[in-house]
């Protein structure tokens, strides 16, 4: 019962916060934008409009989990909120020139738009303060096999408010003696075996304890089981990446109005970093690399140049060592933390030859480095490769490709138009984001060495070094 009113007043507290910021706008509209109507509202009018600006706010609010207050820092928070006043409002403005049939002035609703981040910025402050006032740290425990290191992770993402570590223990120990368990708020299950893993989290809900499960890449294959009932048995079919053709239909009308939209209203980026990387060496503005897409298929993807022309007049296939990588050139630096780089693929998506979201393509070299320490890595070639993805909307540049490919067969376990532009939303956060650069985990650090022991064997000369896989 505790735990229940826990949980309606945080949710309470929430729609605190999307009330809060619908104030600014709904002042604006009625003090503003409803009496410019060509015909006037009436209430129901204006409440509908409100309420739109209300919904719109809430569903971009939970794409960017901005009202996450457990797990995000106050910063966080706000950022979050501020992405989805944006959204919001752009749309309430093209609502209202549409209402209006002419351009409205947008100053008041930039007068709105900076009180709601006011009131945004002041509701994370309080909400962070109440929450962990009202809700004391988790009690955890972190149990590990192959996988060790989570509680430094907890440390370092700052969620020791969230949970207090008061045991570690390998599995063989935790499995000698559960009741070590007991008292728990919370278990960490990382690189635990299916076996093992299944013991320890029968007792754990049996218990009342919560537990989060690292998964093992059969657990997240598992996850896109489909239910049936066999020979009167409870029965789960597992097969290969086959979505509907009305999905891959809408998937590729969706791939077609976006990237042609994109490709017209971002048309003067496009056209100033094609005259800044001439302008800076006089080398050629775009590179064609090599990649791998749906069933192993081989493609050219397309980028703006970063590097110098003989980035790799070695042959040498290197992955890139970030901004301090020399042969990055000075318009590379910016291009590259800004994403523009990156824009030329919007040409591939319209050819067909990429879509918008899916898992990112690999460099041929790269993969077969990757699929001889993870067999499995392949298994992503199910889908065709996108310009966004799962793993890069949640992962980082640091994200081992063991946990990339997990993140890959998340998204295809489970093919979803609406999924699909919850990404592509998303992707707008970490555009504006820094790029971790946390170091190189040990996973990618045995794939640069591979690869420096196929360039020693004489691997064949190969483009411009792709950043995103580190």
């Known amino acids: 019962m505790k735990n229940w009113k826990h949980d309606l007043v945080l949710r309470l507290v929430k729609a605190l916060d999307a009330l809060l910021l619908t104030v600014p706008f709904a002042v604006c509209w009625y003090c503003y934008y409803a009496p410019r109507m060509v015909e006037p509202f009436y209430n129901k009018g204006n409440w509908l409009m409100i309420a739109l600006f209300l919904l719109l706010y809430v569903a971009y609010g939970k794409v960017y989990d901005a009202f996450l207050v457990s797990l995000n820092s106050i910063a966080n928070m706000i950022y979050s909120q501020t992405l989805a006043a944006v959204f919001s409002d752009f749309v309430m403005y093209i609502v209202t020139w549409l209402l209006t049939k002419h351009l409205p002035l947008p100053l008041p609703l930039l007068a709105a738009f900076g009180c709601q981040i006011a009131l945004a910025s002041l509701w994370c402050v309080l909400a962070s303060k109440w929450y962990f006032a009202a809700f004391p740290p988790k009690r955890s425990a972190v149990i590990y096999d192959q996988r060790q290191g989570l509680e430094r992770l907890i440390s370092e993402y700052g969620l020791e408010k969230k949970f207090d570590l008061c045991a570690t223990a390998g599995v063989d120990e935790c499995l000698a003696d559960l009741g070590m368990l007991n008292g728990m708020d919370a278990v960490f299950l990382s690189g635990v075996h299916s076996h093992d893993r299944n013991i320890i989290l029968k007792y754990c809900i049996a218990a009342g304890i919560h537990v989060y499960v690292i998964p093992r890449i059969g657990d997240v294959i598992m996850s896109g089981a489909r239910q049936m009932h066999l020979f009167h048995l409870p029965m789960l079919r597992v097969g290969r990446y086959n979505p509907s053709p009305v999905y891959l239909l809408v998937k590729r009308a969706l791939d077609l109005v976006i990237s042609c939209a994109a490709i017209v209203l971002l048309s003067p980026v496009l056209l100033l970093t094609a005259a800044a990387i001439r302008l800076t060496d006089g080398g050629p503005v775009l590179y064609r690399q090599c990649r791998l897409t749906k069933d192993g298929r081989k493609f050219n993807v397309l980028k703006f140049r970063s590097m110098c022309v003989d980035a790799e007049k070695d042959g040498v296939a290197r992955l890139s060592t970030g901004s301090e990588d020399e042969r990055v050139t000075r318009i590379g630096r910016l291009i590259r933390k800004t994403r523009i780089d990156e824009l030329p693929q919007l040409f591939c998506v319209l050819r067909g030859t990429m879509t918008l979201v899916g898992p990112r393509p690999e460099r041929p070299e790269i993969a077969e480095v990757y699929e001889r320490e993870i067999p499995e890595f392949q298994l ?28 890959d067969l998340m998204y295809i376990a489970h093919p979803s138009i609406i999924e699909d532009l919850r990404i592509l939303f998303a992707t707008v956060k970490i555009l504006f984001a820094p790029k971790s650069t946390e170091g190189v985990e040990a996973g990618q650090l045995n794939a640069l060495e591979a690869l420096d022991e196929l360039a020693a064997a004489g691997e064949p000369e190969s483009a411009e070094a792709e950043k995103t896989t580190v």
């Open 380 to 407: 992503r070639l199910q889908a065709k490769a996108g310009l966004t993805g799962y793993a890069q909307v949640y992962g980082k540049y640091n994200t081992t490709p063991y946990d990339k490919l997990q993140m």
